[in-house]
Nanobody, 126 residues
């Protein structure tokens, strides 16, 4: 079964940057829209960004707009999330999720995703 894997989390100071990546070893993700969610301690998951199968349709939630950039490299079945000017409130576990509908929408719901990764921890602290 397809299993998503996230890379790139870590500890960074406020104002710093991290680049997350999402892939599925042995599988192609070209026909899936990919979303990134964040789960802060004690809170539910919120969507921070998504990208459709063409790579041209993208959405950023208010918490990420202007600081995060999402793109995909279909040649190696990987989606990236570049996070700049990180703030302590960006701290949480970041999950990528795949949606077979192939469409990226402004919906922030986590429902409807077909596959999830196990997450990568991002901590923004001085």
């Amino acid at each position: 079964q397809l299993q998503l894997v996230e890379f790139g989390g870590g500890l960074v100071q406020p104002g710093g940057s991290l680049r997350l990546s999402c892939t599925a070893p042995g599988f192609t993700l070209n026909m899936y829209a990919i979303s990134w969610f964040r789960q802060a301690p004690g809170k539910g998951r919120i969507k921070v960004s998504c990208i459709d199968i063409t790579g041209e349709g993208r959405h950023y939630a208010g918490v990420s707009e202007g600081r995060f950039t999402i793109w995909r490299r279909n040649a190696n079945h990987t989606t990236f999330l570049q996070m700049n000017n990180l703030k302590p409130e960006d701290t949480g576990v970041y999950y990528c999720a795949a949606d077979s509908d192939g469409v990226c929408t402004s919906s922030e719901s986590e429902y409807g995703m077909d596959f999830w990764g196990k997450g990568t921890q991002v901590t923004v602290s001085s």
